[in-house]
């Protein structure tokens, strides 16, 4: 059991540190993340959104000039939008609302 659970982590890691060589700020995704993948992500000083709508997705990519990427190994820091000036996350009543403003488009 302990061989499954740190060839998990390694496997982990090895996504991570694909996203880690590009430098972005922020990774969004339409699925979930794993605890372990957080963790990694967040002491890199990477902020993870997730369960985010495909056409919202498409939507975020277009402003921020970012590539939608399916597979970690596929990612160049070309894929990495830079056309977004500051990422906020504000609470309004009871929910959450990410905010992405002084976009170049």
Known sequence: WEKLLQQEE???KKVCDDIIKV???LVITEKGVSDLAQHFL???N???VRRIRKTDNNRI???TGASICNRTEELTEASV???CGLFQI???GD???AFMTECED
């Open 10 to 12: 390694d496997e982990m």
């Open 23 to 25: 430098r972005p700020d």
């Open 42 to 44: 967040l002491k890199a």
């Open 46 to 48: 990477i902020s993870v």
């Open 61 to 63: 990519a277009r402003v």
């Open 81 to 83: 939008g830079s056309k």
């Open 90 to 92: 504000k609470k309004i």
């Open 95 to 97: 929910e959450y609302f």
